[in-house]
C-alpha cells in the first residue's frame, strides 16, 4: 500500500550557516491494513517521516507512493491525528466530528449519520454535546481520531497521540485503539517513545537511529493479542528493543 523509497530529507540553518541531514535513505513498505509503529531516540526523525508520508513536508531525495502514486499533499486517503487534539473549542464533539464532512460537500443528514457512527465507535456517545473544555484529555484524544475515521482514510497516522496522557490513560486509549482498529481495519502508522506501547499495539515495529535518521532495525511482533505486558513473549521482546534503542544512539 505505502512504498517509501531512497528517501532523505535535509535542512539548512541559515543563522548557524550549516545544515542538517534529518533523514537519510529511509526504505520502507507498509502492507493494507497492516499496524506498524515507529520508536527511536528524540531527534531521530520519526516525525519528519510521518509528516513526508502524510504530505505536508517534501523529500529532498527519494519517492513515496500511496496505492502506486506519489504522494504530492496532503489528501483525504490519508488521515492524521497529532499529538495534541486540535478540536475546535467553540464546536461540540458531534460538531467537530462533521466539521471535514461539512467541507467535503456531504449532506447534512448523511453527516449526522456518519459523526455518530464513529461517535458510538470511539466510546463517546452521550458526549455528543459536550465542548472539549468538558472533556478529559483521553475523550478529547478519541473525539478527534472520531473526526480523522468520519473521513474514511485508507491510512491512519498517527504521532504520539497518547503521550500527554496518564500511564492508566494511555494503556486504556491503547487497547480501544486496537478495538477500533479491529472493526475498522485501517491501516496505521504510529509513531511513539513508549517501548511496551509498540510491543502492545503493533504488527512490526520499526526502530529508528539518529543524526542522520535511518531505520536501524524492524521487528515483526508475532506475539498473539491481546498482548500482556509481564507475559514472558512481551518481557523479552522488550529487553531487546531496550538494546537497539541503545545501540541507535550516536
Known amino acids: 500500500m505505502l512504498e517509501v523509497k531512497n528517501v532523505s530529507k535535509a535542512y539548512i540553518d541559515k543563522n548557524r550557516g550549516r545544515g542538517m541531514v534529518a533523514l537519510r535513505n529511509i526504505n520502507l513498505t507498509v502492507e493494507k491494513n497492516e ?3 515507529i520508536i527511536g531516540p528524540s531527534g531521530c526523525g520519526k516525525t519528519t517521516l510521518l509528516h513526508m508520508i502524510a504530505g505536508f513536508e517534501k523529500q529532498d531525495v527519494g519517492s513515496i507512493l500511496l496505492n502506486g502514486k506519489g504522494v504530492t499533499g496532503p489528501s483525504p486517503d490519508k488521515g492524521v491525528v497529532f499529538q495534541e487534539s486540535s478540536l475546535f473549542p467553540w464546536m461540540n464533539v458531534l460538531d ?5 464532512l461539512k467541507v467535503q460537500g456531504i449532506a447534512a443528514d448523511k453527516q449526522e449519520e ?3 457512527k464513529y461517535i458510538e465507535l470511539v466510546g463517546l456517545r452521550s458526549f455528543e454535546h459536550a465542548k472539549p473544555h468538558e472533556l478529559s484529555g483521553g475523550m478529547k484524544q478519541k473525539a478527534a481520531i472520531a473526526r480523522t475515521l468520519a473521513l474514511d482514510p485508507e491510512m491512519l497516522l498517527m504521532d504520539e497521540p497518547f503521550a500527554s496522557q496518564d500511564e492508566q490513560t494511555r494503556q486504556r486509549l491503547d487497547n480501544e485503539l486496537l478495538n477500533i482498529w479491529k472493526k475498522d481495519m485501517k ?3 504510529f509513531v511513539t517513545h513508549n517501548i511496551e506501547e509498540a510491543i502492545l499495539l503493533a504488527d512490526r515495529i520499526l526502530v529508528m537511529a539518529s543524526r542522520p535518521g535511518e531505520i536501524y532495525w524492524e ?3 508475532k506475539i498473539p493479542r491481546p ?3 509481564f507475559s514472558e ?3 523479552e521482546l ?10 541507535c544512539h550516536r
Do not use: H, M, P, S
Open 35 to 37: 499496524f506498524v509503529c
Open 96 to 100: 467537530n466530528v462533521k466539521f471535514g
Open 114 to 116: 456518519i459523526a455518530r
Open 187 to 189: 491501516t496505521v502508522i
Open 219 to 221: 521487528e515483526q511482533v
Open 227 to 229: 498482548r500482556y505486558l
Open 233 to 235: 513473549e512481551v518481557v
Open 238 to 247: 522488550r529487553k531487546k528493543l531496550l538494546e537497539d534503542i541503545g545501540c
